[in-house]
């Protein structure tokens, strides 16, 4: 009888909380759509701009970089379902799920992010063509998106380790190295490197630097807390 109660109330808080992850499913999905619905139409108003000759080559910059707003939806996802097994696998004390999840993830986010921002690039004259015909223009967005789709990559493993972080109940320390990393490290290449070479190439390098930077970073954070975390959890148990 005791049993059949814990059992009940176990089945009872899976279903809650399976409800609960739907719901903020839901409202992630609504968030990427007004996103999505953002971008078109910030693109329309570039686009209309550039036939009006209104708008520069740095607003020419702002309108590809929305594309990056794509590639990130994709890494996204994989991130915040990196976080979701974790902490599911953490709870149930499944020491080599939680690895398999991450390094899953990881491959997952990396060929995802590779095929999609190559095709961005690979397609970048047609896509900037939406906004001007300018061959200068073009070879300037084209630049741009070359470090930064085509490496996009790195963002996304930048982001899955602080995603396993936070499934195992840790978020503050990964949140200020991925502000360290990605925030500090273009501060001091803007004024620091940026200023002896200026160049979109040595501007726009700074976004993979950057990534790089963070990842090593969170690499080293998540060894120790990996560690730590796993020496506190009781020996794995069997599969039912």
Known sequence: MLQ???TMRTLENEVTKTYQEMQNY???YVQGQKKVHANELAYRSVSQKFAEGMVSVI???????NLLGFLYVSVNAVTQACMSFTSQNYGAGRKKRMDRVLLECMLLSVVSALILGSSAYLFGPEILRIYTTDPAVIACGMEIMLYTTVTYFLCGLMDLFPGALRGMGHSAVPMILSVIGTVGTRIVWIYGIFPQHRSLKILFISYPASWIITIVMQVVCYYFVRRSVYAKMPDEMQSI
């Open 4 to 6: 059949h109660e814990e």
């Open 59 to 65: 607003e020419l910059q702002t309108a590809a970089n």
């Open 26 to 28: 839901g409202k992630q």
